[in-house]
T-cell receptor, first 112, second 115 residues
Framework: AQSVTQPDIHITVSEGASLELRCNYS??????LFWYVQSPGQGLQLLLK??????LVQGIKGFEAEFKRSQSSFNLRKPSVHWSDAAEYFC??????????FGAGTTVTVRA | GAGVSQTPSNKVTEKGKYVELRCDPI?????LYWYRQSLGQGPEFLIY????????DSGLPNDRFFAVRPEGSVSTLKIQRTERGDSAVYLC?????????????FGPGTRLTVL
C-alpha cells in the first residue's frame, strides 16, 4: 500500500524567508512523487514531479524538491517566498502518473 | 487554451437522491481522472479513463458510484442513493495520453453537499 504523510498541517512564514514543506511516503518500489498547490477557488496545479533521474527536481514558481530514498522523503523548498505563495500544498505518491495517493496537505500562510 | 471545466460548481441534494457531475477535459486529452476530496483531506483517486473505457475503477467506493465517458471526451460521474458521507469536492483531471511522465491538469471541482 502507498501512503503519504505531511507532518505539518499549517506553516506561517515571513515574506522573503525560505520555506520547506515536509513529505514522507510509504511505497514498496521507486515511486512517482509529486507536489501540487491549491489556491482558494483554483484547481490543483502541479509544481513538480519525480519518477527517475536527478533526485533534485526543479519546478515552477521557483520551487524545488529533493528525493531522498534512504529517508523516504520528498521535501519541497523555496528560497524566498512571495505573498502569492500562500496556499495549500499537497504531496502525492503513486506507482504511476494517475493512481495517486495524496497527503492531507500543508497550509502555508505568508505574513508581510 | 481552456482548462478542465466542471459543472455544476456546487450541488446540494437530499439523502437518497441521484446526482450527476460533469467534467469537460482539455481538448485532445485522452486520459481523464476523477478524485474525491473530503474536508481536511487530500484528494482520493476514484477512476481513470483512457479514451472511452475505464482503465482503472478500483477507487470507486461502492456500486452507488459510476462514471462514463461515452465519446472519449466529456465524462459524467453518477452517484445513486446519495448519503451524507458522499459530501465532498469531486475533482476531475485530464492529461494528454496517460503515459509515463504525463501531467494531470485539474478542474476547479464540484462541491457536493448531501443533506
Amino acid at each position: 500500500a502507498q501512503s503519504v504523510t505531511q507532518p505539518d498541517i499549517h506553516i506561517t512564514v515571513s515574506e522573503g524567508a525560505s520555506l520547506e514543506l515536509r513529505c514522507n511516503y510509504s511505497y514498496g518500489a521507486t515511486p512517482y512523487l509529486f507536489w501540487y498547490v491549491q489556491s482558494p477557488g483554483q484547481g490543483l496545479q502541479l509544481l513538480l514531479k519525480y519518477f527517475s533521474g536527478d533526485t533534485l527536481v526543479q519546478g515552477i514558481k521557483g520551487f524545488e524538491a529533493e528525493f531522498k530514498r534512504s529517508q523516504s522523503s520528498f521535501n519541497l523548498r523555496k528560497p524566498s517566498v512571495h505573498w502569492s505563495d500562500a496556499a495549500e500544498y499537497f504531496c502525492a505518491v503513486g506507482p504511476n502518473d494517475y493512481k495517486l495517493s495524496f497527503g492531507a496537505g500543508t497550509t502555508v500562510t505568508v505574513r508581510a | 487554451g481552456a482548462g478542465v471545466s466542471q459543472t455544476p460548481s456546487n450541488k446540494v441534494t437530499e439523502k437518497g437522491k441521484y446526482v450527476e457531475l460533469r467534467c469537460d477535459p482539455i481538448s485532445g486529452h485522452t486520459a481523464l481522472y476523477w478524485y474525491r476530496q473530503s474536508l481536511g483531506q487530500g484528494p482520493e483517486f476514484l477512476i481513470y479513463f483512457q479514451g472511452t473505457g475505464a482503465a482503472d475503477d478500483s477507487g470507486l467506493p461502492n456500486d452507488r458510484f459510476f462514471a462514463v465517458r461515452p465519446e472519449g471526451s466529456v465524462s459524467t460521474l453518477k452517484i445513486q442513493r446519495t448519503e451524507r458521507g458522499d459530501s465532498a469536492v469531486y475533482l476531475c483531471a485530464s492529461s494528454l495520453s496517460g503515459g509515463r511522465g504525463d501531467t494531470q491538469y485539474f478542474g476547479p471541482g464540484t462541491r457536493l453537499t448531501v443533506l
